[in-house]
């Protein structure tokens, strides 16, 4: 026996890809050729970055070194 007829190859399905309404997997997740920007959009929807202050709910804890 060779080698090359040996190693079948294991097909591996990601159970994360989307599927349309009647469950069948489709050839391509959405992309950006689908929306009205380019590149990769962003996790956070159309919040754009850096936030004002006043909008930052964020209190840094305060740290008392050797007390």
Same mark, same amino acid.
């Given at each position: 026996?060779?080698?090359?007829?040996?190693?079948?190859?294991?097909?591996?399905?990601?159970?994360?890809?989307?599927?349309?309404?009647? *469950?069948?997997?489709?050839?391509?997740?959405?992309?950006?050729?689908?929306?009205?920007?380019?590149?990769?959009?962003?996790?956070? *929807?159309?919040?754009?970055?850096?936030?004002?202050?006043?909008?930052?709910?964020?209190?840094?804890?305060?740290?008392?070194?050797?007390?």
């Amino acid at each position: 026996m060779r080698v090359a007829e040996s190693n079948s190859k294991n097909h591996y399905v990601d159970n994360g890809w989307p599927r349309d309404g009647d *469950g069948n997997v489709p050839d391509h997740a959405v992309s950006e050729f689908a929306t009205h920007v380019a590149g990769a959009l962003s996790p956070f *929807g159309d919040v754009e970055f850096p936030l004002p202050a006043d909008k930052v709910h964020y209190i840094n804890p305060k740290t008392d070194i050797n007390s």
